[in-house]
């Protein structure tokens, strides 16, 4: 079962969400709600994990305490960005020598500036700091924007000086693994997710 919101819902408070999950699914309250973008850049919500749906909204039993927080992430027909994080970003890139943009543009694909965003594979805030990178980079709470995106910066920072400046094999590296982009003979890994990740990230780049 998916439920499907178009991109023209601009902001969905907590209550209003939980009350179409529970509508539209009843005992869905006691089930995973995983969220994602299809294709034509659909927001869908999901009660199981799936290409479209990897982001993990709701864990299991806690509808009633998680915030969606749709109203802070920027549509494809709104592409502003959230005033909060702004500031945050650009000091961050400031600080690690990186095109601010750059960093906008993976944050929208990563979590949609969800900065609770919490995909099935353990992914977290802003930036899906997987654990072992929050722990690799000094990160104490994943889901601190600040500390969020300060590490991701320092760790895309790293990956351009391990490709050379080259964008895209940065880009793979963040959502595969530098060893992947390595074993792959420093290209872009056959994954799936990988293969459309990077290509998604540079559109909203240029």
Known sequence: ??????T??????????????????????N???YSGTSAGGTIVLSNF???EARVLLIPSSSVDKVVLDFGSAPSEKNSEIPKAFKALVEEAARQHGLDPNLLHAMIRVESGYNPRALSAKGARGLMQLMPETARRFGVSDAFNPRENVRAG????????????????????GYNAGEQAVIRAGYRIPSYGETQKYVPKVLAHYK
């Open 153 to 172: 910066a320092e760790y895309v920072q790293w990956l351009l000086k391990l490709f050379q400046g080259d964008v895209e094999l940065a880009l793979a």
């Open 31 to 33: 089930a995973q709600v």
């Open 1 to 6: 079962m998916k439920i499907k919101i178009t």
């Open 49 to 51: 994990s799936s290409p």
């Open 8 to 29: 023209s819902v601009v902001l969905l408070c907590r209550a209003l969400a939980t009350a179409v999950l529970l509508s539209a699914a009843p005992g869905i309250a």
